[in-house]
């Protein structure tokens, strides 16, 4: 029988990839968590392992000579003795297609390479925890049936695993929508999020505004300082943006690379640019050294500004458009600062009044979008 991980990390786990440097890598991280690791060096020797002794959970590489991971795990799920043992995929296929394949097929989970660390133990720790939850569940039902006269003790009982089982999905959920780097949300959640904060502003006509953040010279500062100091450099600078933006309604997310996002509701564009302002100060205190900058001897961000009253039929691309436009007006005019795009009201050649946007930039410039000229403030 295989060791209950409910109490400690002794898991059973089995590594599936032809490539000796991913077992090896895998299997140091995971032995150090205190899990049982077993390795497969192909997906016949897998099927081998799992029949000799079942493990917990199956870390199955797809690309794969012979038998790749998606046949291996069709396999293990047309067998009712493995049907149950989560298959988490690895591979360095990124493609929404390739995911839903493997979803397709049985795997529990999917994570592309080059894997964090960290990422790998969370997905792994939480597949054990639904293991062993969907287990109790199974093994509470049983009781129920079998033991009428405790039938109020094991329904409660039973609310109380399906509880857990829920908080292990709503984590799962979490580990989908987060950035696993920087902590912050994803590109995903991101979008989701500006979709319907864009139709609620539409609906009630308020502001919605949104900031493009850049870290300047940030190729620069990875090839002086490595990428290990890069990744350090966009945690922090991602926790500096998320206590700068302090309402519960504000969302701070990775944008991409070293660019993040930060959506606004029901905030016009002065309160955007103290966000701003507020976002500078904060990455300036953090004093990271950047010697290889042109900007400054530290850390600098670049921001683009935007701010719209949503109407229909228009989309929130255009507001992203449009932060985007301040952004690069931003990086024109020196970096370190922003530049908002803000609409005005202007008189036509009819005589009708319209909407124009303008870029701003603080302590720099002033640019009409519709002159194309370039004035100083």
């Not at 296929?93 to 080059?114: M, R, S």
């Not at 997905?123 to 509470?140: K, P």
């Not at 912050?184 to 319907?196: A, C, G, P, T």
Request: glycine residues 4%; charged residues 25%.
């Amino acid at each position: 029988m295989n060791q209950d991980p409910s109490t400690s990390n002794y898991g059973n786990i089995l590594i599936v990839d032809d490539q000796l440097d991913n077992l090896r890598v895998l299997s140091t991280i995971l032995a150090k968590e205190g899990y049982q690791v077993r390795k497969a060096l192909n997906g016949q020797m897998a099927l081998t392992a799992v029949k000799t002794l079942p493990p917990d959970l199956i870390l199955l590489d797809i690309n794969m000579p012979e038998m790749d991971g998606y046949e291996v795990c069709k396999r293990l799920k047309a067998d009712p003795s493995n049907c149950n043992i989560p298959v988490i995929f690895i591979s360095i296929l990124d493609d929404v297609l390739d995911k839903v394949k493997g979803i397709k097929v049985g795997g529990a989970d999917y994570i592309t390479k080059p894997f964090q660390f960290e990422e790998v133990i969370a997905r792994v720790q939480n597949q054990l925890t639904i293991q062993r939850l969907q287990r109790e569940l199974r093994e509470t039902n049983q009781k129920l049936s079998e033991q009428n006269a405790l039938l109020l003790l094991e329904i409660e009982k039973r609310l109380q695993v399906e509880s857990a089982l829920q908080a292990a999905n709503d984590k799962l959920r979490e580990l989908i929508w987060v950035d696993s780097l920087t902590q912050v949300s994803n590109r995903r959640f991101l979008d989701d999020y500006l979709q319907r904060e864009w139709q609620r502003s539409a609906r009630e006509q308020l502001p919605l505004s949104f900031i493009l953040c850049d870290i300047d010279c940030f190729k620069s500062y990875n090839d002086t300082y490595g990428h290990i100091a890069g990744d350090d450099c966009l945690r922090k600078v991602a926790r500096a943006i998320r206590y700068a933006v302090r309402r519960p309604a504000d969302l701070v997310a990775r944008y991409g690379g070293e660019e993040f996002a930060v959506v606004l509701p029901n905030t016009n564009f002065h309160g955007a640019v103290r966000v701003a302002e507020n976002v500078r100060l904060r990455v300036k205190e953090l004093k990271i050294t950047h010697s290889s900058s042109f900007v400054k001897n530290y850390i600098t961000l670049s921001m683009g500004i935007a701010t719209k009253v949503p109407v229909n039929p228009s989309l929130p691309e255009t507001l992203i458009a449009a932060s985007d436009k301040a952004l690069y007006q931003a990086k024109l005019q020196g970096r370190n600062g922003y530049c908002a795009c803000v609409p005005v009201a202007r008189k036509n050649c009819s005589g009708n009044l319209s909407i124009a946007g303008e870029i701003k930039c603080w302590n720099k410039h002033y640019i009409s979008e519709e002159e194309g000229s370039l004035n100083q403030e």
